[in-house]
């Protein structure tokens, strides 16, 4: 395994040294409450909070190595040797040599040894994108009897969820870019217009505006496609009485806002409609009465049944109506923790979460209203504001 020693004059960060720092610092406390020597790290979002890394090298390999005393090491392959130098403050950088006779697992424990890791309890991501099953396998066998491997896959994960005042900086700006990108979508949503070219002015006002593409390929369709929930591929002509679905995301610097509604064409318009988004935005109303601190993920969900049990609506629940909210990698904007019942997660200032209140009848009709908010010590600040009247269009 080759190592280089990495120096840039000037990476291209987007958090200055000292916040990096004083992250590594908890990490460091983190693993010490946890008695680990170290972490081994294969999400990418845990690795751009520690160290600005801004790189979709994961999809292939790439592990990050944290030690108890703020050792910091980054193994990958050759390609990824220029995202780290441009835009981390990564200094260790051990290849992987792409062999197809000796496998990432082997750089790994490699790179463990010069740390003096032999006999060490060492945390690792089990639950990550970044590790997959063939390698987790392959490191099991390897580092059997060598060190003790302890699942930790939320442990920088948890100290992210609070978000320091860069962060809600960068939320707070995708979030005017997404609201701007909501005005675009209603505006060229019309009887004969072409998804394609909604789609694609929704993608030009995003990087016109400095912003990122979603993590997630956004669910955005008229017709039958207005009721899936996931992104499908090809386009339509959005027709009259028809209805489009948007959840529409973006970010910036890779911190995500998203917001969700509906719009329908005319003339004829379902007359169930204002009673289910009435449904919606009282439902939201009353979970905004619920996004303080203290609060629990759980009770944020029971806010969103009572409104739905009021008006009739209670078979139509979703099993989850949110989950946090911040820097995301594809393919998923979803920041960790779901609003599910009976979470016990409970909600701190600085967070933020995205809730989204939505109900599809059985021949397809649906109707929906979402937005993102900031924790604070009072109400919660919205980011995103999603219309709370019928957008209806000829």
């Known amino acids: 395994m080759h190592a280089k020693e990495l120096k840039m004059a000037m990476p291209h960060l987007h958090f200055s040294r000292e916040e990096l720092e004083n992250r590594r610092t908890k990490a460091c406390q983190a693993l010490a409450d946890q008695r680990l020597d170290g972490i081994l790290l294969f999400s990418i979002e845990d690795m751009y909070w520690l160290t600005g890394l801004d790189s979709d090298g994961f999809h292939v390999f790439n592990c990050m190595f944290l030690g108890s005393e703020g050792q910091l090491t980054y193994v990958a392959r050759r390609v990824d040797y220029a995202n780290v130098r441009y835009s981390s403050i990564i200094n260790d950088f051990r290849e992987w040599p792409d062999s197809l006779d000796s496998g990432p697992a ?47 896959s939320y442990l920088i994960g948890e100290l992210r969820l609070v978000k320091s005042e860069q962060e809600l900086t960068y939320i707070r700006k995708a979030g005017e870019i997404c609201n701007k990108v909501r005005d675009v979508a209603i505006e060229r949503t019309y009887t004969g217009a072409f998804e394609g070219d909604i789609f694609g002015r929704i993608m030009m006002t995003i990087f016109e505006n400095d912003g990122d593409p979603p993590s997630l390929r956004a669910p ?27 959840e529409i995301g973006c970010a910036y610097r890779h911190y995500h806002a998203a917001q969700l509604f509906v719009v329908f064409t005319g003339p004829d318009v379902d007359d169930r409609l204002p009673g289910m988004l009435n449904t ?30 009021k008006y009739g609506y209670d078979s139509r629940l979703l099993t989850s109506c949110g989950y946090f909210m911040g820097a995301t990698f594809p393919p998923s904007w ?27 009848l059985e021949d397809g009709t649906r109707m929906g209203v979402g937005e993102q908010y900031i924790v604070t010590d009072d109400e919660p600040e919205a980011v995103t504001h999603a219309p709370r009247e019928m957008i209806i269009k000829p």
């Not at 899936?228 to 027709?239: I, P």
């Not at 919606?280 to 905004?288: D, G, P």
């Open 334 to 360: 979803v920041d960790q923790k779901m609003i599910v019942r009976n979470s016990p997660s409970i909600l701190k200032e600085n967070m933020s979460l995205f809730t989204y209140m939505s109900i599809k």
């Open 220 to 246: 955005m369709g008229a017709g039958e496609a207005a009721t899936n929930s996931r992104y499908t591929t090809g386009r339509r002509y959005v027709q009259e009485n028809d209805q489009v679905f948007y």
């Open 280 to 309: 919606c935005v009282e439902a939201l109303h009353n979970v905004q009465k619920v996004i303080r601190p203290g609060y629990t993920l759980g009770e944020v969900f029971d806010a969103q049944c009572v409104i739905f049990t």
């Open 106 to 152: 082997y750089s790994i424990k490699d790179m463990l040894a010069t740390h003096g890791m032999e006999g060490k309890r060492i945390g690792i991501q089990l639950d990550s994108l970044g590790l997959k099953a063939k390698l987790f396998s392959e490191l099991s066998q390897l580092l059997n009897g060598w060190c003790e491997l302890s699942d930790a």
